[in-house]
């Protein structure tokens, strides 16, 4: 499995064409697929590339909505 560090990270952030990329809880998913995610950001609050754990707390579902997308690596 592919490792990112928060750099690494970064370039998954769905901007110009760029794969659309979250991390949460030390796993990375692939959220491209999901039309939530268009052009890197969710519900105009959120970016990808990023870590979200600080920001989970405030969602309104729960982890099992990032499991349904493939995970693609782990966050050292």
Known sequence: MKEFDANSLSDFDGKDGRPV???YQGKV???SQSAMWKGGRHMKRHSAGLDLASEF???PH???GFERYPQVGILK
């Open 29 to 31: 998913y692939d959220v």
């Open 21 to 23: 990329y979250i991390a």
């Open 62 to 64: 729960g982890e099992e």
């Open 57 to 59: 707390p405030a969602a």
